[in-house]
């Protein structure tokens, strides 16, 4: 099949519509161009693709390792012994950090979110008076009047897991202590059933209940996530609202 | 992103052709099994589970046993643990037994998916493989306890699509995969593929679609089969035109005609062969649709290099898999159908003798060819004359002279056209034996009064 040279010139060139030729039709045609109707059928190509999928991803594949080495951001002492791991890590921690509070995120996305709604002080005013907090999916316009009702709807329509946290520092496993700290380790414990100022909750992608860290830290794979590295995990918060708890929540 | 593709390619062993006569066989072997009915895509796969070859059984594990290692696998100590935890939750759910039981039990599905947007990229990809296996079920019940996890785990990793890194892109394909099998249960036109529309899915998956440099082709391939199945089911396609669907899935086809040309290697006749196939049937599949007239400019197709993208994939399709060929000008039929631009376009672009090249690959393709063709010519006078002379009439005999009824038919329709608008087509014709070749079908039941009607104008113009 031969094609026209000029042909390859036209598909890097710029998007356009021909000009179309007048049309004219003799009733005597009596033919009607002719669109097929939508084609349920043939997934013969599909099964073929997937059969050819199968046989590479049958066994697990071979991951290279690297000799042991360090996550080189400051505070973490993340080990790794394979590229791809460390990437995801990187990826997923430090990779979209809050320069305030020092808080990672999961993406820009919700960096952004958690900006708004800890480091801007007119969020809060106009918090009082309107739905400020937005449904964290894209796409949903959804804004409601306080976090926590944010929550149900994620939960609810968005079917996130109900445990999920989006900001609060982890749950601390120390008995609560009563008075003025009870606000500060209810906050602290991201239970729900406390609200507390103004707070965004958490959205946290992480459901693994890690044990709380010794104070000894050693170097091993995996689990060991340092002090300043959220997800939630006794992050310093950069801006502490001092504004009266609002009624709603 | 097609070099990355490349690595997961089994090495070329064999030539080249040999590639292509076992691919004949296979797909031989496919059609005949279809036919018997034997075939449903997701024990086709069950069937070529290694694990089962060697003759592994599934085993069925009690709501105990899957809490017991749904928690080791959160909260296990060492990461080899908690994988294996998860390989045996995996080949648990191979039985049918088992996924009842797993959505049975309460936070099963939240834990997975807890599992599967981890930090930890093992167990992230072995909780893919779990879904995976759910999403095999045959069962509406586990289909659908399933769903809601999709529309977390996008939007989960939607989040991060400005820096897809290979786990992620493991996982999404993974999903994408699982997503296509649900939309291909029995119940999805009633129950799945609605509460997929009403959600942000579509646009996460066109938005996986998007061409340019972060296009992956596994992921891209799974999300466009799982558009492909939402269209089929005709739910509501005005939704997904009214989202941009023609325009990203024409983009995207001017991307993989733009690789086509780039590549060279015959080995690489895999390269967006996969992802061609669904990318075609979506836009044939939407052009046919009512709304399509309905949207606004920027909504419709309407770019004439969508044109030269698919003569440039027909080309490809001729060399490496001619199968495709029928798919490709399906396409370019609903593309010409009720544009006269298009048809313009084929004419500006010389692309008619190329496409008259196509007409003895096949009976389908030639029909396809000639209603293609049709569709040019019935557009009147100004779009005939372009057409004229060139080798169409000595195509049209050639095609008279075919056995199938088919292809004869439309060869009558598209000279009856030319009779009509074309001065002289009658006398070219006459001078170069065409009523010879129309006597030969006289009496063929379905080509009878079209012949007659053909022969009458002949000689009496």
């Known amino acids: 099949m031969q094609l026209p040279p000029a042909l390859h010139a036209r598909l890097a060139g710029a998007p356009g519509e021909a000009e179309p030729l007048p049309v004219e039709r003799d009733p005597a045609a009596g033919t009607t161009p002719f669109r097929f109707a939508a084609r349920q059928d043939g997934d013969v190509q599909r099964h073929l693709y997937l059969q050819d999928v199968l046989t590479q991803v049958a066994g697990d594949p071979e991951r290279p390792r690297v000799p042991e080495f360090t996550c080189q951001v400051a505070g973490c002492c993340q080990v790794f012994d394979a590229l791809e791991d460390f990437e995801h890590h990187y990826h997923t921690l430090h990779r979209n950090v809050c320069s305030f509070c020092k808080r990672a995120f999961p993406s820009g996305h919700l960096l952004d979110t958690h900006i708004l709604e800890w480091h801007d002080s007119l969020f809060q005013i106009l918090a009082e008076r309107q739905d400020m907090y937005q449904c964290l999916v894209e796409g949903c316009t959804e804004k409601f009047r306080t976090s926590r009702d944010r929550k149900e709807h994620l939960v609810t329509r968005h079917l996130y897991p109900a445990d999920f946290r989006f900001d609060k520092p982890r749950k ?23 609200p507390s100022e103004g707070d965004a909750m ?18 091993t794979y995996g689990h060991r996530i340092p002090s300043t590295i959220c997800f939630g995990q006794g992050a310093s918060r950069g801006f502490k609202s001092t504004k009266k708890r609002n009624k709603h929540q | 992103m097609w070099s990355r593709r490349q690595r997961r390619l089994r090495p070329l062993s064999c030539g080249v ?50 809490q017991q290692f749904l928690r080791l696998a959160q909260r296990g100590t060492e990461e080899k643990e908690r994988e294996k935890a998860l390989v045996s939750l995996r080949r648990g759910l191979q039985h049918p037994e088992t996924q009842q039981a797993f959505i049975r039990l309460e936070g099963s599905i939240r834990t997975l998916v807890g599992l599967l947007t981890s930090n930890q990229a093992l167990l992230q990809l072995e909780a893919a493989r779990c879904l995976h296996e759910l999403s095999h079920s045959e069962q509406s019940t586990v289909a659908e306890a399933c769903l809601p996890a999709t529309s977390y785990l996008l939007t989960y990793l939607s989040g991060h699509s400005s820096d897809f890194i290979s786990p992620h892109l493991t996982v999404l394909e993974a999903l994408g ?3 296509s099998q649900l939309l291909q249960a029995k119940e999805a036109p009633e129950k799945i593929i609605p509460s997929v529309l009403g959600s942000p899915l ?19 391939v799974e999300f466009a089969w799982c558009l492909h199945y939402i269209i089929c089911s005709q ?141 040019i010519a019935e557009k009147g006078p100004a779009y005939c004359q372009r057409l004229w002379p060139g080798p169409l009439l000595p195509s049209l005999l ?50 009878q009064d079209r012949v007659r009607a053909l022969q009458q104008t002949a000689q009496h113009g």
């Open chain 1, 172 to 194: 601390s496993k120390g008995p609560a202590t009563p008075g003025p700290a009870v606000q500060v380790s209810a906050e602290a414990l991201g239970g729900d059933q406390v």
């Open chain 1, 202 to 219: 958490e959205v946290c992608f992480e459901h693994t209940e890690l044990p709380p860290e010794p104070s000894g830290e050693r170097r």
């Open chain 2, 17 to 66: 052709e040999e590639l292509r006569c076992r691919r004949r066989e296979r797909e031989a072997a496919l059609r005949k099994a279809r036919r018997e009915q034997q075939l449903v895509s997701k024990r086709l796969l069950r069937d070529e589970d290694p694990e089962k070859a060697e003759g592994y059984v599934a085993v069925i594990l009690g709501e105990a046993e899957i």
């Open chain 2, 177 to 179: 995969y699982a997503l």
């Open chain 2, 202 to 220: 579509p646009q996460h998956m066109l938005q996986l679609l998007q061409p340019g440099p972060k296009l992956n082709l596994g992921v891209a």
């Open chain 2, 235 to 375: 739910v509501n396609n005005a939704l997904l035109i009214t989202h941009g669907a023609l325009s990203t899935l024409g983009l995207l086809l001017l991307d993989l005609a733009g690789a086509v040309q780039r590549t060279e290697d015959a080995g690489l006749e895999l390269v967006g062969e996969e992802l061609a196939c669904p990318v075609l049937r979506c836009l044939s599949n939407l052009l046919t649709e009512a709304a399509v007239e309905a949207v606004g400019e920027q909504m419709q197709l309407r770019d004439e290099r969508v044109v030269a993208a698919l003569f440039i994939l027909l080309q490809f399709f001729l060399q490496k898999q001619p199968s495709l060929l029928p798919e490709g000008l399906w396409l370019l039929n609903n593309l010409t159908a009720n544009s006269p631009s298009f048809c313009t376009s084929l004419l500006s672009l010389d692309l008619i003798e190329p496409l008259l090249q196509l007409l003895s690959v096949s009976n389908v393709v030639s029909v396809l060819v000639l209603t293609v063709v049709c569709n």
């Open chain 2, 398 to 447: 050639d095609t008279l002279a075919f056995s199938d009824t088919e292809v004869v038919g439309q060869s009558l329709e598209l000279l009856q056209l030319l009779f009509l608008y074309q001065p002289g087509a009658v006398q070219a014709f006459l001078q170069q034996s065409g009523l010879q070749a129309l006597q030969r079908h006289e009496e063929v039941a379905q080509l």
